[in-house]
């Protein structure tokens, strides 16, 4: 009888074996003749060749299937198991579906100028998306990114913000590099969570799949097969921002995000955004979308709290 070990990497083994290993079970009923012996993220299994090289084909496809969807249940389990050696075309969600997050959550665009992010980044390298807070801004394009990531369209993401709204020097910032950089990159970490399961989200991390930088980080770079976010855009000035759009590279994506509303600059320094903005908007490949408070997801008084001070700001 021949011996083979599988170790699944980046997928949290109690997530795809399934509460008392269902996932297991329903192989065993599948394969009566091989033996299977689950321990930690390592699967023994012991049979004849032949159905050996049938089995690890069928685990390679639930481990994909797992890998899009972030779940398995007893019914994809036993589509694929069946199957005639293709996913299933019936498996695949509708076209609205950016992501299959964590615990399944589907990840779409939800409102019309969150869609035409969505649309327009198909047709475009460049895409800057201006609005005020809780439009879904940097979410949308974080779902775009990992989208892109997982369909293998880019290597890796590169996401990026302008680290000024505290006002001070990182440099007297308590902690290590790693600690003084996390609260100006929440946003995006947060977005990630809900997207990429916890154990694959560290594993990216850690190879640098994906990247989390302060905007000053990214000067002398050229950035390759990647997808780069600029959040919070207002925030730069217009060399940082000159710096940032010229990293470009081949077959790469930028995604830069702002609300001219929300700069904290100096009273007298001039917003890169803004003036990106004007200079770019007729040159082929890069778009713009302009998102309002009809486009806020948060909380409803969010809302009326974008309208509230828009009418002040205007007296």
């Given amino acids: 009888m021949n011996e083979r070990i599988i170790e699944l990497t980046e997928i949290n083994p109690n997530d795809f074996f399934g509460a008392h290993n269902s996932t297991i079970e329903q192989l065993k009923r599948y394969f009566p003749k091989i033996k ?61 579906v950016l992501v299959h997050g964590v615990n399944g959550k589907l990840i779409k665009a939800q409102t019309e100028n969150q869609r035409k992010m969505v649309s327009m980044m198909q047709k475009n390298d460049m895409l800057f998306a201006v609005g005020p807070a809780g439009t879904g801004k940097t979410y949308t394009a974080v779902a775009l990114a990992v989208k892109a990531l997982k369909e293998k369209e880019v290597r890796r993401i590169v996401l990026t913000r302008p680290a000024v709204e505290s006002g001070e020097n ?56 990647a997808f780069v976010i600029l959040d919070e855009a207002q925030n730069t000035t217009h060399n940082q921002m000159k710096m940032f759009l010229t990293r470009m590279g081949k077959h790469a994506k930028f995604v830069i995000n702002g609300d001219p509303g929300q700069i904290d600059l100096p009273r007298k320094q001039v917003s890169g955004l803004k003036e990106s903005l004007l200079a770019l908007k007729d040159i082929e490949g890069i778009a713009q979308v302009y998102l309002d408070d009809k486009d806020v997801i948060r909380h409803r008084l969010v809302k009326s709290i974008i309208s509230a001070y828009k009418s002040i700001e205007t007296d």
């Avoid at 069928?58 to 994909?64: F, N, S, V």
């Fill in 36 to 96: 299977i012996v689950a321990r930690g993220s390592k699967l023994k299994i012991y049979g004849e060749p032949e159905l050996l090289n049938e089995f690890e084909k069928r685990l390679e496809m639930l481990i994909k299937y797992f890998n899009r969807y972030n779940k398995l249940d007893e019914n994809s389990i036993e589509r694929i198991l069946t199957s005639t050696g293709k996913e299933d075309k019936s498996t695949v969600n509708s076209k609205d």
């Fill in 170 to 225: 990182l440099g007297f910032l308590p902690g290590d590099l790693k600690e003084k950089l996390d609260p100006y990159m929440q946003p995006l970490y947060d977005a990630l969570r809900d997207m990429i399961p916890h154990e694959k989200l560290e594993s990216h991390l850690e190879k640098g799949v994906i990247q989390i930088a302060p905007l000053a980080f990214m000067r002398g770079r050229t950035l390759d097969n």
